[in-house]
């Protein structure tokens, strides 16, 4: 088992930052992993935002890519999203999401391929 909370959402206004963290705990966290954020706007579907596998490859959606960088600290299992030039397109629920895998052929902008996820942290953007 992994137990995945989210932590750093808050109010921010357009042009702005905000780092999330996700913080990893359980039996499982050893393993090979690959970490990823996916968000939940309203009345939208959840969509993917960003991976980042064990070795420190990423994947960023292209909606985020050159605003937004996800790294990670594999020695305290913790996950950071660093958000930049934030939008009020940003304004969503941000989910940590956790797969039991690093493999290079997986895609993992699917659902399906996490195992474990958090229960969220919400992120709103004025403009």
């Known amino acids: 088992q992994v137990q995945l909370v989210e932590s750093g959402g808050g109010l921010v206004q357009a042009g702005g930052s905000l780092r999330l963290t996700c913080t990893a705990s359980g039996g499982r966290t050893s393993v090979s992993s690959t970490m990823g954020w996916f968000r939940q706007a309203p009345g939208k579907e959840r969509e993917f935002v960003a991976a980042i596998r064990r070795s420190g490859v990423t994947y960023y959606a292209d909606s985020v890519n050159g605003r937004f960088t996800i790294s990670r600290d594999n020695t305290k299992n913790v996950m950071f999203l660093q958000m930049s030039s934030l939008k009020p397109e940003d304004t969503a629920v941000y989910y940590c999401?956790?797969?039991?895998?690093?493999?290079?052929?997986?895609?993992?902008?699917?659902?399906?391929?996490?195992?474990?996820w958090g229960q969220g942290t919400q992120v709103s953007v004025s403009s």
């Open positions: 999401a956790f797969a039991a895998t690093s493999s290079s052929t997986i895609s993992y902008v699917r659902e399906s391929v996490y195992d474990y």
